[in-house]
């Protein structure tokens, strides 16, 4: 027989069990705290992590969230932080303002809700790895840097990895198989990256 079989979540040999001749894995990518963060005492985590509920913003918290990529979810997770209790909340960006990539539309109302919020805008940082166990923001165009040691939970936006485990396990099981990687599994992109 002939045909393309669509395999939902596979876990893995259930992809080998209708015999392919062919695998082409799409598992696209997932959110992920950048390296840079590795020892920082401040605990660590995405606005995926937020919104999944695998972290919550205690009262009181002191928060980043650093935004690597400018668009809506950076200036979501700072808003967010704020109306969940936290004390203070600051939007750091390697980029030359906050929300920078946001379509034009929405970024006033953006703007409007993070000054509501009380969140402090911090454009023009970038990550610098870390002193002692403290992450380190370095302005662009000063190079004067900062140590982050008063925050409890710092929150990464825009940093993705490729999902390609299952592409290992199905070579494991199958040396002989064509496979291919395609889309995020092979690097995380944006939209317009994939179309174009």
């Known amino acids: ?5 669509l395999i939902k979540r596979p876990r893995g040999r259930a992809a080998l069990e209708s015999d392919p001749d062919v695998v082409v894995i799409a598992m696209g990518s997932a959110a992920v705290v950048p390296s840079e963060a590795e020892g920082v005492e401040a605990r660590c985590a995405t606005d995926v992590d937020l919104l999944d509920g695998s972290v919550a913003i205690e009262p009181g918290d002191r928060v980043l969230v650093y935004d690597a990529e400018g668009r809506i ?26 929300c920078e990539d946001l379509d034009m539309v929405q970024r006033p109302a953006m703007q409007r809700r993070l000054s509501k919020n009380g969140v402090v805008r911090s454009p023009n940082l970038a990550l610098a790895g870390r002193r002692g166990k403290a992450l380190v923001l370095k302005d662009a165009d000063s190079d ?53």
């Open 1 to 5: 027989d002939e045909g393309v079989w």
């Open 73 to 98: 979810r950076g200036g979501s997770a700072a808003n967010l932080a704020a109306e969940s209790g936290a004390s203070r909340v600051e939007l750091a960006t390697p980029l030359y303002t906050v």
């Open 144 to 196: 004067e840097e900062r140590a982050v040691e008063d925050v409890d939970l710092i929150l990464f936006v825009g940093y993705q990895a490729a999902v390609s485990k299952l592409r290992d396990q199905v070579c494991d099981a199958r040396p002989d198989l064509e496979v291919h990687l395609v889309g995020d599994s092979i690097s995380p992109r944006r939209l317009a990256d994939a179309v174009l």
